[in-house]
């Protein structure tokens, strides 16, 4: 009868393992021998966890992290490692959160990158990546504190790196002066200036005297306080618009032409930038007449304040009354602009403009002639335009402006109202009118003009268009024109 063999403990462990020996494995032994999980199912297990993921949705994105370590040289373990630390505590798109990627580059591991981004319920989480790069973590923050930091980002971020002396003494500068501390609304600024060599004895100096700290930074081995204190004083301008003028002159301390004195900052005032002053000054522009027309409409431009003196427009009653008479620009178009060609052109006052146009003269261009001619008053003339009306037809759209020039022209001719009513009765046309001032024979010299009116109106009938009025024969006649009129 066969025997039947009895199994220890030890053979039946060494069994299950696959393994026969006399020595007995310990639990450890054991774990030892379970193949480690993989990067790609870690990562996929994370993804799953959030619960925002298929298992498809959670394979694509695990594939994906282990395709980045791949192009990045970044070991996949730490791409595992990096997401689940960070996806349970900021989610699977993490906003402002360095990528394992920078952590890997700046030698950093996640559990420097989580101490400080989950630090005081995250207080640091928009400011991860530079105090990072800066080598600031969060035992570095502690040391910080105690030097005296607040504990706040920003200044962390901007004086943190620097070594424990600088630091404290910065911090206490601040501290210390209250004109300092509006210096540290940009904290960065503050940290250019000890790079540029700045000491915070230096800042607090400076800042007294109510300079911009961005002057300083750009300047510092230029800046001077006692000439800021000066220019202060002189322009009466307050230390944020003295800081721009500083600025502007210590740029162009090569090109003294383009510097500002404080006297012209003065009487320009607060609402020019440094170099409009300059190029106002430099066109020639005074600075009472830039103010007044700036208070008119507040976009002009410097060209347009250029061209509106040079025209001879210095003050805002002026400049409104222009507008006011030209109407307001339509869209693409500027006021100024309109102003300067009104009073180029038209060589007058608003007001006198104002009358040529209720007497039908509505262009610049017809009121400058009048103006050379020196008509104030048109009454007189307005019924020699009337008595001509059949003879001046042929202008067409031009009329006004012929009318405006002939009756210049007469009258610089020496001809009165009398005397251009007689010519136009002659059929004689108003461009034409002060050629015939002496003329003995108006009704003569007329003939061919009005055959000719006589012939445009036919062809104009015979085209189909009506003439308006038609008349057969002219309303004056040689025995006639003359009626009325000495």
């Known amino acids: 009868m066969p025997t039947i063999k009895r199994f220890s403990e030890d053979d039946v462990n060494r069994n299950?393992?696959?393994?026969?020996?006399?020595?007995?494995?310990?639990?450890?032994?054991?774990?030892?021998?379970?193949?480690?999980?993989?990067?790609?199912?870690?990562?996929?297990?994370?993804?799953?966890?959030?619960?925002?993921?298929?298992?498809?949705?959670?394979?694509?994105?695990?594939?994906?992290?282990?395709?980045?370590s791949l192009h990045?040289?970044?070991?996949?373990r730490f791409y595992a490692e990096y997401a689940e630390a960070t996806v349970p505590t900021f989610g699977w798109q993490p906003h402002g959160v360095p990528s394992a990627e920078f952590l890997d580059e700046n030698s950093l591991t996640v559990?420097?990158?989580?101490?400080?981004?989950?630090?005081?319920?995250q207080r640091y989480r928009g400011h991860l990546q530079p105090l990072l790069e800066?080598?600031?973590?969060?035992?570095?923050?502690?040391?910080?504190?105690?030097?005296?930091?607040?504990?706040?980002?920003?200044?962390?971020v901007a004086l943190?790196?620097?070594?424990?002396?600088?630091?404290?003494?910065?911090?206490?500068?601040?501290?210390?002066?209250?004109?300092?501390?509006?210096?540290?609304?940009?904290?960065?600024?503050?940290?250019?200036?000890?790079?540029?060599?700045?000491?915070?004895?230096?800042?607090?100096?400076?800042?007294?005297?109510?300079?911009?700290?961005?002057?300083?930074?750009?300047?510092?081995?230029?800046?001077?306080?006692?000439?800021?204190?000066?220019?202060?004083?002189?322009?009466?301008?307050?230390?944020?618009?003295?800081?721009?003028?500083?600025?502007?002159?210590?740029?162009?301390?090569?090109?003294?032409?383009?510097?500002?004195?404080?006297?012209?900052?003065?009487?320009?005032?607060?609402?020019?930038?440094?170099?409009?002053?300059?190029?106002?000054v430099a066109a020639g522009v005074e600075g009472q007449h830039a103010k007044s027309l700036r208070t008119a409409e507040k976009s002009l431009s410097i060209a347009e304040l250029t061209a509106l003196t040079a025209a001879g427009v210095t003050s805002a009653p002026q400049f409104?009354?222009?507008?006011?008479?030209?109407?307001?620009?339509?869209?693409g178009s500027r006021n100024a602009d309109r102003i300067v060609n009104a009073v180029t052109l038209g060589r007058t006052t608003p007001t006198q403009a104002a009358a040529y146009r209720n007497s039908g003269f509505t262009e610049p261009a017809q009121w400058g002639a009048l103006a050379d001619a020196k008509l104030t008053d048109l009454s007189p003339w307005t019924m020699a335009l009337a008595d001509g009306r059949r003879s001046n037809q042929h202008h067409g759209s031009g009329l006004r402006?012929?009318?405006?020039?002939?009756?210049?022209a007469f009258v610089t001719a020496g001809g009165t109202p009398g005397r251009l009513r007689l010519v136009q009765r002659a059929g004689i046309p108003i461009d034409v009118a002060h050629l015939?001032?002496?003329?003995?024979?108006?009704?003569?010299?007329?003939?061919?003009?009005?055959?000719?009116?006589?012939?445009?109106?036919?062809?104009?009938?015979?085209?189909?268009?009506?003439?308006?009025?038609?008349?057969?024969?002219?309303?004056?006649?040689?025995e006639n024109y003359r009626d009325g009129l000495s």
């Open 16 to 68: 299950v393992i696959g393994e026969f020996s006399d020595k007995a494995q310990s639990a450890k032994e054991f774990a030892d021998l379970v193949p480690e999980k993989s990067a790609e199912e870690r990562i996929f297990d994370v993804y799953m966890a959030t619960g925002a993921f298929t298992e498809t949705g959670a394979r694509h994105h695990a594939q994906r992290d282990i395709q980045r």
């Open 72 to 76: 990045s040289s970044v070991d996949a």
């Open 111 to 121: 559990n420097d990158l989580m101490a400080v981004a989950t630090r005081d319920n």
């Open 134 to 156: 800066k080598g600031i973590t969060s035992d570095r923050i502690d040391r910080l504190m105690e030097l005296g930091f607040s504990g706040a980002p920003d200044p962390i």
């Open 160 to 280: 943190g790196d620097l070594d424990d002396d600088d630091a404290a003494t910065w911090m206490a500068a601040i501290n210390d002066n209250p004109k300092l501390r509006l210096w540290a609304r940009d904290w960065s600024l503050l940290r250019t200036l000890h790079d540029t060599g700045i000491t915070p004895d230096d800042a607090a100096a400076y800042a007294n005297t109510g300079v911009e700290p961005w002057v300083v930074a750009g300047h510092p081995d230029a800046f001077n306080p006692h000439d800021f204190d000066e220019f202060a004083a002189e322009s009466k301008l307050k230390p944020d618009l003295v800081s721009k003028y500083i600025d502007h002159n210590l740029r162009y301390a090569r090109k003294p032409e383009w510097m500002v004195s404080a006297g012209s900052a003065k009487l320009y005032g607060a609402n020019f930038a440094p170099a409009d002053v300059a190029a106002l």
């Open 320 to 331: 409104r009354a222009w507008r006011d008479l030209l109407g307001s620009a339509p869209s």
């Open 401 to 408: 402006t012929a009318a405006a020039n002939g009756v210049a």
């Open 436 to 478: 015939h001032i002496d003329t003995p024979d108006l009704w003569a010299a007329g003939e061919p003009y009005r055959a000719r009116t006589s012939e445009n109106e036919q062809q104009i009938i015979a085209a189909g268009y009506e003439v308006s009025p038609i008349i057969d024969q002219w309303a004056w006649t040689e």
